[in-house]
């Protein structure tokens, strides 16, 4: 078996072309060495709902999970360094359900701790739909744990829609059966059709951070943003504005109604052990009696 020097991996993830056999091999083999070395760790990125008009104390809503690969020699390796090449060697299959066994535990905890109402959100991958892959985990993990399914989310990109076929609205449908919630992820990035949005499931939307970053600045934008978020409203949908930089963008929406948000100006996502020590019970209490103080 050919092994890829840590070296060798960064040169043909810098140049990845994805047409090429040998750097998606290299990646392939690294894949599998994080996945047997126990490589593969998680962040937590808060997701807030600020109700207050300035923005203060916003509350917790929940968090999505973002998988890094922590490689011994490279360090950390963002999501889109590897997940392209695991949706193209089946091995997203094996990482995904890695990452579904993790929330499971992650929301375990959560619930005995007493945070029932907090939401984990697992991006998910057209892979992962294959032969039904993605369904039949779920339900396996609701019956292996004894987790609230309201309380996992399962986020899906607007991309994929794209291949809108049966066996994809069937399974979501039946997800959504579960109890557990949907949500179209990186909304405004695809061709934004419409006319699926009423027929599928997803009771959040998304708005992608490509709509954020100029919309104090850009007319055009801000028009488009007030578009969406006035269309998911009308269907029902929750709203979570991810990518949300600047105290000035978070305002903008929260004129429009929107009141879940994400992003480096409230929380970078962090590890999931330093998410846990700030968002504890014991951090959670000396918060509400800060909060009473205050008031
Ligand atoms: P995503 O699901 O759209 O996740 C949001 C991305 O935006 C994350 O990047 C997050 O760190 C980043 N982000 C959040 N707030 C801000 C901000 O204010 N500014 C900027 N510049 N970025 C912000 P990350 O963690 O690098 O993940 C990239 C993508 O990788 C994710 O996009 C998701 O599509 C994919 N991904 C991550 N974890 C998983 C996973 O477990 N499974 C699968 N299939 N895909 C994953
Ligand atoms: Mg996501
Ligand atoms: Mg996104
Ligand atoms: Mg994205």
Redesign the pocket.
Known sequence: IKHGSGNQYRACIRDSNQKDGEALFLQENMIREALTMRWFTLYL?PIYLANSPNLDAPELLGA????RLEHPELGLI???DF?PAAEKTGQ?IEI?NW?LEEAAVILCEWQKQGFSTRYLS????VVQFRDHGLLHQLESLLERYPINPTKLVI?V?ENLMLDNEESLRYQLKEIRKLGVNLSL??FGTGFSCLSYLHELPFGTLKID?SFVMNVETNPRDKKLARVIVDMASSLGMQIVV????QRGQAEIFQAMGVRAF????FAR?MPQKVFEARFSPAADTRLSQLRSQKG
């Open positions: 990125q999505e999970v973002l998988i963002p999501p889109n997940i997203i995904g990452v697992v991006n998910a991958s986020e990109t992820d990186d951070r991810e990518g949300i930089e994400q992003g480096y100006h996502p």
